[in-house]
């Protein structure tokens, strides 16, 4: 039997480090060749690690949350034959052990000659106490208060949904964590739910380390807040003749086409718009203090996942047509959902729309998505009076909230290119005039 030590792959183009955001494995499991071990996040991007052997876990290279070096020892795996590691190789474990004890100085003669004085006898060992018999899931007591149960995010969202506290379910991963096979175990065999004990005070306090996607959220949207001054702009627009046209291009195009939303329209509309204001289409490099105004336009559009807010880029919106658009939105929201968006997928953005569905708000002030310099809100749409000149009447109304880094983008620039979209979208006839 040999030692195969496995090193972090490089994950991206350019990349040196990368943040250890999930382990698949402990030690003592038996994995395959191409058995998922771990999850690594680095710009965005979370990329599974397959293991390159078979063979039995010995020992974990890293802890959750860990930035890791591209080419540091992820895991040690037992394999059949020789492995790649010298019997005498130092494991991880081996690095944090402490330094050997400087060596005494050697006693006098004289002193050695004198008799030793009497040492105070020293206490017994204590026994070690017996183990506690092994309990089902079911009935294992919940984790001491204030004690922090390890799971994955969908772990948690899966653990809400079922009604069940994760401080009651064992953890058999790494550190105690809980896997979905634990919580799966822990339902199966009856455990104790949410909502089935008396109400009482909820005194827990859950701790949760801002790590992965997370932290990178964080760490994006901070840069933005401190380095961008933000200038908002927020305007009303009909919508009721975009409305109809959509749903008339849906009901001739069914089942032969994809399904046109709102943001294949809106993202036309910025393409026209750009071509008047290009200092908008752009990217602001504030070390260097150099605009990049790209002619191709590559729209970012802000997505909701599992693991946090994400923002897939559909490159060149300006060659395609709505309905090429359209598919790729969709495609790109799919892989960004079920996290197998590619790195190149997730660069390259010039400007961003953000959306908050239906479940939408009157107004919003969107942060810009650094280095971009402007962001486009949507905002819920909803039935309003609007007076004609002779009576209220009742129409499709929606505001956009524009935000631009007021560094780069003036207050009169910023206000020609929202009233461009308004015009666009409030006569969407515009949206296919060549020229």
């Known amino acids: 039997m040999g030692v195969f030590a496995m090193r972090l792959p490089d994950v991206g183009e350019g990349i040196a480090e990368a943040e250890l955001t999930?382990?698949?494995?402990?030690?003592?499991?038996?994995?395959?060749?191409?058995?998922?071990?771990?999850?690594?996040?680095?710009d965005?991007?979370?990329?599974?690690?397959?293991?390159?052997?078979?063979?039995?876990?010995?020992?974990l290279g890293g802890e959750i949350g860990q930035m890791m070096a591209i080419g540091s020892v992820l895991i040690r795996i037992e394999v059949e034959g020789e492995g790649n590691e010298t019997p005498g190789s130092a494991s991880v474990s081996d690095t944090a052990k402490p330094a050997a004890p400087a060596p005494q100085p050697t006693p006098d003669p004289e002193?050695?000659?004198?008799?030793?004085?009497?040492?105070?006898?020293?206490?017994?060992?204590?026994?070690?106490?017996?183990?506690?018999?092994?309990?089902?899931p079911g009935h294992r007591l919940p984790r001491p208060e204030g004690a922090k149960p390890l799971a994955a995010p969908?772990?948690?969202?899966?653990?809400?949904?079922?009604?069940?506290?994760?401080?009651?379910?064992?953890?058999?991963?790494?550190?105690?964590?809980?896997s979905q096979e634990d919580l799966d175990s822990w339902i199966e065999s009856g455990g104790i739910r949410q909502g089935s004990v008396t109400r009482g005070r909820n005194t827990g306090v859950e701790e949760q380390r801002v790590i992965g996607m997370r932290r990178k959220i964080a760490e994006k949207m901070a840069l933005s807040k401190r380095n961008i001054p933000h200038?908002?702009?927020v305007e009303e627009v009909e919508m009721g003749a975009l409305e109809d046209l959509r749903a008339a291009l849906n009901k001739k195009h069914e089942g032969s086409r994809p399904k046109l939303t709102l943001l294949p329209f809106l993202m036309r509309a910025i393409v026209e718009a750009v071509r008047e204001q290009p200092g908008l289409n752009a990217r602001f490099d504030d070390e260097d203090g150099v605009i990049y105004r790209h002619g191709g336009v590559h729209i970012g559009i802000a997505t909701q996942t599992p693991q946090g807010l994400n923002v897939p880029v559909l490159h060149h919106a300006e060659a395609n047509s709505l309905w090429d658009n359209a598919g790729e939105l969709a495609r790109l929201a799919e892989a960004a959902r079920d996290g197998s968006i590619k790195r190149e997928e997730l660069t390259g953005g010039t400007i961003t729309i953000t959306s908050l569905g239906p479940l939408g708000a009157i107004a919003t002030t969107p942060i810009i998505n650094h280095p971009e310099v402007a962001i486009v809100g949507v905002n819920k749409m909803q039935i309003r009076p609007v007076w004609d000149g002779q009576q209220f009447r009742p129409r499709k109304m929606m505001n956009i909230s524009c935000s631009f880094d007021h560094r780069v983008v003036?207050?009169?620039?910023?206000?020609?290119?929202?009233?461009?979209?308004?015009?666009?979208?409030?006569?969407?006839?515009?949206?296919?005039?060549?020229?």
């Open 410 to 435: 003036d207050g009169w620039d910023a206000a020609v290119f929202v009233q461009k979209l308004k015009s666009l979208l409030e006569t969407p006839a515009m949206l296919f005039v060549e020229g």
């Open 231 to 233: 200038i908002t702009i």
């Open 111 to 136: 002193e050695a000659a004198q008799p030793a004085a009497e040492e105070a006898p020293q206490p017994a060992p204590a026994k070690a106490p017996a183990p506690a018999a092994a309990k089902k």
């Open 22 to 42: 999930e382990w698949h494995v402990k030690p003592g499991d038996i994995v395959r060749e191409d058995d998922i071990l771990a999850a690594v996040m680095t």
């Open 154 to 178: 969908s772990v948690r969202a899966r653990a809400r949904s079922e009604g069940v506290d994760l401080r009651h379910v064992p953890g058999t991963g790494p550190g105690g964590r809980i």
């Open 44 to 59: 965005k991007a979370a990329v599974e690690v397959p293991s390159a052997v078979s063979g039995k876990v010995l020992e």
